[in-house]
């Protein structure tokens, strides 16, 4: 059974940093096609934060993050992380990790992942 399990979401003010984990029971990281982080704002639909491919290739990251957040992984650990910084009110949201094994044409497309965290709640105050 395939479990993945986020932790590092806070209360932080606008300007601070977390880092999110997302550690894979289970299921293989270095197998994986591509995994991705994605949040949910209440009263809005899941979005795109930034997908990875651990076999390599140019990460993704959706315009509103881009030049402060960072998607990594850790191989050895079957983590992956999100580096947040310069963290804005906007980005208060529940985070969910989730993980393909297969070829995807969209990998910042949520629908194309079978696998997904609980997730883990991140609130930036101004």
């Known amino acids: 059974q395939v479990q993945l399990a986020e932790s590092g979401g806070d209360s932080v003010q606008a300007g601070g940093s977390l880092r999110l984990s997302c550690e894979a029971d289970g299921y293989t990281y270095s197998n994986s096609y591509c995994m991705g982080w994605f949040r949910q704002a209440p009263d809005k639909a899941r979005e795109v934060v930034a997908s990875f491919y651990p076999r390599g290739g140019r990460p993704y990251y959706a315009d509103s993050v881009k030049g402060r957040f960072s998607i990594s992984g850790d191989s050895a650990k079957n983590t992956l992380h999100l580096q947040m910084n310069s963290l804005k009110p906007e980005d208060t949201a529940m985070y969910y990790c989730?993980?393909?094994?297969?070829?995807?044409?969209?990998?910042?497309?949520?629908?194309?992942?079978?696998?997904w965290g609980q997730g883990t709640q991140v609130t930036v105050s101004s």
């Open positions: 989730a993980a393909r094994s297969g070829y995807s044409r969209s990998c910042d497309d949520a629908g194309q992942y079978p696998y």
